[in-house]
């Protein structure tokens, strides 16, 4: 069973940083793309960034363009993404997900087949 671990949540101030991180727990497994998403109550998932499986081809919403990156270490099975000048409206469950399926950086939330147990980031103004 696949199990994607998330760390590195918590609370920042608005126009702060903070890390994600996410580890793949399965030895034999690959993640092939990855992708952070996120929710807030009562809201749809939407994507927030993705990076495909050798990490050539990355993907951004709109709304963190500029501010948050992406990147992976796969010999570690780990993909990081880090929030650059935070915002209130950054606040939000963040979740990991991999896919076994797909190679390149997808928007959409199907392509992923493998999700965290989502990790909380609040942005105080």
């Known amino acids: 069973q696949v199990q994607l671990v998330e760390s590195g949540g918590g609370v920042v101030q608005a126009g702060g940083s903070l890390r994600l991180y996410c580890a793949a727990s399965?030895?034999?497994?690959?993640?092939?793309?990855m992708a952070w998403l996120r929710q807030a109550p009562g809201k749809e998932i939407e994507s927030v960034a993705a990076i495909s499986w050798m990490g050539s081809n990355t993907y951004f919403a709109d709304s963190v363009k500029g501010r948050f990156t992406i990147s992976r270490d796969n010999d570690k099975k780990m993909v990081v993404m880090q929030l650059n000048s935070a915002k209130p409206e950054d606040s939000r469950i963040y979740y990991c997900?991999?896919?076994?399926?797909?190679?390149?950086?997808?928007?959409?939330?199907?392509?992923?087949?493998?999700w965290g147990q989502g990790i909380q980031v609040a942005v105080s103004s």
């Open positions: 399965e030895r034999s497994f690959t993640p092939l793309a």
């Open positions: 997900a991999t896919s076994q399926t797909t190679i390149d950086a997808s928007e959409s939330s199907r392509a992923y087949h493998y």
